[in-house]
Each structure stands twice: as structure tokens, then as C-alpha cells.
């Protein structure tokens, strides 16, 4: 009875956070943004400098009629959002914030095939999405969605899998009890790999071209309206939470800090989340969008090499070290 | 497995199983069902799609026997990136929505026979060859990523290697063959 109470509170602890950050994030973004370009942003909703604005458009999308297209693939279309974002709620169950036993949903065995595999699927939204709007504009997005993934996919598990050689063991908690401070420099290279190719896996600048907004309106998801829409949207903002905290976890040290690491351990893993967090805004405000073949370019001539580079280095020091 | 497991742990027989044998049966026959659906479906995407709850279903099934490794290399090799090569190519040709007529080959009768005869051959090697295996269940779990590791890398190191190479070389085959020749470039400019 006890055990499944636990597992109960946990579940619902894993959920609150992956209703709020999301909107944390978002939040952040509409101010970072305006800042950034000499704006204010949101300023009304809720008073204190538009704290509240992401709740009253949860309310506007609310109330918007779901409108489903007569020529569309009614049942597909209406699926695809739960499939782009049901993923990242459960790849949020697995990463841990804090040392002690209670701070992760899950301890998953196989943590880095389970996060990377179950954060793949989320793709087959867009793509569902895409195809299913019978519209031009969304099936481009989809194609271009599709093209990104042959792009990233591998980089991102090379650069994973340099961690998990580092570290001995493929599970987070265990990646993050075997971390020392110089793992940081010793993967850096893998870390940055890792984050470019999560942002091209999120879709977010510059690496939106499957939503590229001033080519394709708006992608796979031109056709949607209302919750559905909010949907797609939240899965945007909980994928750059799970990137931010799993970049956190392998590369970063989670909980490890230069100080009070007993107890505030948690603490170190939201303020390093939120850095890499405002990082991802940042870029997208700098940077202009790349074109699909760039994409490519960038992954296979820089990204993969590099990848490959850190995983020579990292059994190389390993080998030193044990001999 | 979970046979062996039911008789030594618990010892339940055949007629009475427990939660698990049940779960892996229900799986199985929604598995099944998926892959029925792929390939009668006549919408091409559908399939797809199918063959999606397909795969997922046979990564529950792994899990269920304990072979969390093996299950979530599925999902990420075949649902996270096999399927998602397959609905590209789908969408780059023609992906109509609703059904499509020529989507029915003439060669039905000759497909079930074929599925018929591997699906026949296949349960039965297995079956012939792992009848007299029988799995310590005192040890760790046998589909620990730990586990697979070692006895893939002390015990199967060879056909490892092996299969490795045969996929270097599909691969480098895959890019000669798409290549274009110098000549080729000439001529079609």
C-alpha cells in the first residue's frame, strides 16, 4: 500500500513540474525576448509585469472552437498532439534532480536508451500532424521534420553514448553518482554536440525550418486550432525542459556543485536547467534559421565527426585511467 | 521464460498463470492484431501506423520478459527512426488520404503462403533450439543492460563483429550505388 502511494505522489509530482516549468519557460521567453529586442513584452495579465499572460491564453486556446478540416485524416489529426507530447511526460519520469532517493519519478536501468528512444516517438506527432492536415503547407513541414531527424539522431546518441562510456553505466542516476568536476572539460565537446543536436530535434531556431513560419506558415501545425494547438505548443516548451535537464544530467553534473551539494543538490540541477533554458531563448533571438541541406551539412561534416572525436577521447582517458 | 519463471517461483501451472502471463498474452494478440492491420489496411499511411502499435507492442512484450535493454533499443531503432525513414518516403512519393485502390497487390495468396511458411519456421528453430534451456533465475536479471552487455561482448564477440562488417558494407555499397558518376553528371546536364 505504502509503495504504491509513493509511486502515486511521485507520478503527481513528476506531473506538476511538467505542467509548470513548461509555462516557467514560456514565460521567460516572452520577456527574455522583448528585452532582447528593445520591447516590454507582456505587461498587463495578472499585474506584476504580465506575470499571468500564458494562463489567459490557456483560457483564450480553451475556448476556441477545434475545428478538424473536411478533407482531413479525422482520426489521425486528432491523435497526433497526444503523441508529440505524451513523450516528454514520460521521459520527465526518469531524470533525476536531487542525490537522495526520492528525487527522480523512476530509476529506469537502461536511463539514456529509454530517455533518447522515448523522446524519438514524439517526432511521429509532427509527422502525424503533417500528414493528416491535407494541406501543402503542413506536409512540407512534416518532410522537413523528417529530413531534421536524419540529421540529429546520430550525433545525439554518439554523444550520449560518450557518457555512458565515461561513466560505466547507461542509468542517470548512476551516470550522475560517478561524475567528477573534470568530466566537464574532458566532455564538453560531447555536451555541445549534444545541445545543438537537441535543438534541431526540438525544432527550435535556428533550426526551425519545419515550422519556418515566413515559409510554410506554420508547418504541421498550420491546420490546428485551439487545445490541440496549445498542445503542440506545450510539447515544444516540456521538450526544452527535458533537453535542458537531460544536458543537466549527462554533461553538467545534475546536482553536483562547487558547494552544498547536501541537501540543496536539487537546487544546482533547476538553476543549471534554467541557464541552459535561457541559453535556447537566447539562440533563437541571435541566430537566423538555417535551410535544411545547412542542417545536414552542419550535422554530418561537423556534429558527427566531432561526436566521433569525443568518443575516441573518452576511451582513450578511459583506458589511461585504468591502466 | 516467464513459463520457467511461473513454474519455479510461484509454482503455477500452465492452467493457472499469473499477472504477467496474462499481460504478455493480451500484448501478444494486440501486437498481432496491429500487424494484421498493417498489412491489410488500405490507407499506405495507416500502415505506417500500424506497424508503429506493432513494434511498441512487441518493446512491452520485451519488457515483460525483463529485457528492458533490448525493449527500449526498439523503440528507439525501429519506432524513433526506421518508421520515421519509412512515413518520409511515403510522404515523398504519394500519400493519399483515404483509401487507395491499386493498394491490393494480385500476389495475396502467395504472401500468406510465404508469412505462413517463415512464421512456421521460425517458431520452430526456436523452439527446437532453446527447449532444453533452461534460466537460472537465482542470478541478475537476465535482460539487465549489464548483463546483455557482457554475454554479448564475452560469449556472441564474433557474430557481433561480424554483422557489423556485413552492415559497413551494405552501407558503403548504399553509397556507391547512389553515387553518380562524373559522366552520368555530364550527360544529364
Partial sequence: MNDALDVALRLLAVFAVFLVLPLVIGQTEHKVMAHMQGRLGPMYAGGFHGWAQLVADGVKFAQKEDVVPAAADRRVFQLAPAVALLPYLLVLVAIPIGPSEGAVGIIVDAGIFFVLAVMGVGVLGSLMAGWASANKFSLLGALRTAAQLLAYELPMLLAAASVAMAAGTVSLPGILNAFEWWWLPWQIVGALVFFVAGLAELQRPPFDMPVADSEIIFGAYTEYTGLRFALFLLAEYAGIVVLCGLTTVLFLGGWHGPFGADGLGWLWTLLKTAVLAFIVIWLRVTYPRLREDQLQRLAWTTLVPLALAQIALTGVVKVVMQS | ?189
Fill in chain 2, 1 to 189: 521464460m516467464i513459463l520457467a519463471h511461473a513454474v519455479t517461483q510461484t509454482g503455477n501451472g500452465f492452467l493457472s498463470p499469473t499477472g504477467v502471463e496474462i499481460a504478455f498474452l493480451l500484448v501478444g494478440i494486440a501486437t498481432l492484431a496491429a500487424a494484421v492491420l498493417t498489412v491489410t489496411t488500405r490507407q499506405l499511411v495507416h500502415a505506417a501506423l500500424w506497424l508503429v502499435v506493432a513494434l511498441g507492442g512487441l518493446a512491452v512484450e520485451y519488457l515483460l520478459l525483463t529485457a528492458e535493454f533490448i525493449a527500449w533499443v526498439q523503440v528507439l531503432i525501429y519506432v524513433g527512426s526506421v518508421v520515421v525513414l519509412l512515413l518520409f518516403g511515403l510522404m515523398l512519393t504519394k500519400a493519399p488520404i483515404g483509401r487507395s485502390a491499386d493498394a491490393d497487390s494480385g500476389n495475396r495468396p502467395a504472401a500468406l503462403v510465404v508469412a505462413a511458411a517463415s512464421a512456421t519456421a521460425l517458431v520452430w528453430v526456436v523452439v527446437d533450439a532453446f527447449r532444453t534451456t533452461w534460466i537460472d533465475l537465482e542470478g541478475p536479471a537476465q535482460g539487465s543492460t549489464r548483463v546483455s552487455g557482457e554475454i554479448l561482448f564475452r560469449h556472441w564477440v564474433l557474430p557481433f563483429e561480424a554483422l557489423s562488417v556485413l552492415l559497413l558494407a551494405a552501407l558503403v555499397g548504399a553509397i556507391v550505388l547512389s553515387r553518380k558518376s562524373p559522366q552520368d553528371r555530364e550527360g544529364k546536364n
